[in-house]
């Protein structure tokens, strides 16, 4: 099936999210690709291009490092530990994960540190977590419709979609130096955003020379040499794997809770509007490409400075994480006042009336954006 055009593919093709903190020291940029770079027949950028959107896979076992130093304070790392969810958590540091694809309704991943291991496995209409270190297992059940799909991490495939809807006037495209990557042969594909407004470098995609699947995704930042974010595989088999690896056996002594269907919220379309609905953020995006900005006006106006204020629940990482947004630098101008959250690839404003205003783009961009 197409990698590019399939969503269970896309998600399920390299699972990764972003990260915590080094996990178990992690595995060094430098790993990711070694020796020197391989005499490959040339290719165009458009027939890369073609390779990518065209490309196909039945099955995928391999290891997966990925890292990112997106120059940003704690604050995901917090939100992670809130949850319970360390998947959830992923925005900094480097991570090693195991992934197994299957087909559309087989595929599994494994985040393992060294204070235990979390799966996800899904087997056709059966989805399973796994924390090994509270031994507790979640079960449910997928509707037959199959909608309502687990949610699963970034992938280095859904990146490259992401990053080609972005492609435009505004984007230069061109083939950079070949490489070696988990030990194949790859081409690389490089996207440059012409807008400077963009806090995006280059966008680089290594695609393996005869599967055309993506096997490694950077992101440079702008004034930056080394990637703000890349994620690539280490090891990687082309081989369906086997169907045992799908299955959950729970160990001996796991609490497993079934979660029913009730107690999931169901698509917007499926519930009536109420109190909650009202406080649903009204959302826009300012300008296309590169350079979009997204605009949130929440529901409740008390602004940052109140929502750090209210944080005090008695909950460390609650406390914490509003003590990280309350030290936030403040700002103001012609379009109001807030804060601002900047890290090497993107920037977030809170203004105080209540608005989230976030883009890969420098924080001048969205005050503008702020102020229409």
Request: cysteine-free; overall charge negative; proline content about 7%.
């Amino acid at each position: 099936m197409s990698v590019m055009k399939n969503r269970a593919v896309l998600r399920w093709l390299v699972p990764v999210t972003a990260g915590v903190a080094v996990i178990g020291g992690g595995a060094a940029v430098g790993t990711f690709a070694a020796g020197a770079d391989p005499a490959l027949p040339p290719r165009s950028a458009a027939q890369l291009l073609d390779d990518l959107r065209t490309s196909r896979l039945d099955g995928l076992s391999g290891t997966v490092v990925q890292r990112a130093d997106l120059g940003l304070p704690p604050i995901a790392a917090l939100a992670g530990q809130a949850s319970g969810n360390q998947l959830a958590g992923l925005v900094s540091g480097t991570h090693t994960l195991r992934v197994w694809y299957g087909g559309e309704d087989r595929q599994r991943l494994a985040l393992v540190d060294t204070l235990g291991e979390q799966d996800v496995l899904r087997n056709g209409r059966d989805v399973w977590t796994w924390n090994s270190r509270e031994n507790t297992a979640v079960h449910r059940k997928l509707p037959a419709d199959g909608k309502d799909l687990p949610s699963a991490p970034a992938t280095p495939a859904d990146a490259a979609q992401q990053a080609l809807a972005a492609i435009d006037p505004t984007t230069a495209v061109t083939v950079g130096r070949s490489a070696t990557v988990a030990g194949r042969d790859a081409y690389e594909l490089v996207l440059t955003p012409r807008d400077k407004a963009s806090l995006v470098h280059q966008v680089r995609i290594a695609l393996d020379a005869k599967e055309h699947v993506p096997l490694r995704f950077e992101v440079l930042a702008d004034g930056q040499d080394e990637p703000a974010f890349e994620v690539a595989f280490t090891q990687v088999d082309f081989r369906t794997p086997d169907a045992d690896q799908f299955r959950f056996n729970p160990p001996p002594g796991v609490k497993v809770t079934e979660e029913t269907a009730e107690a999931r919220p169901g698509p917007a379309t499926d519930r009536k509007p109420g109190a909650a609905d009202a406080k649903r953020p009204d959302v826009r995006t300012v300008g296309t490409g590169w350079t979009t900005v997204v605009v949130a006006t929440l529901g409740d106006p008390a602004g940052l400075d109140g929502a750090a204020k209210a944080g005090g629940s008695g909950a460390p990482d609650a406390d914490m994480l509003a003590k990280v947004l309350g030290d936030l630098p403040k700002v103001s101008g012609d379009w109001g006042s807030g804060r601002l959250l900047s890290g090497k690839l993107f920037s977030v404003l809170l203004t105080d009336d209540g608005r989230v205003v976030a883009g890969l783009v420098t924080p001048e961009r969205l005050y503008q954006a702020a102020k229409g």
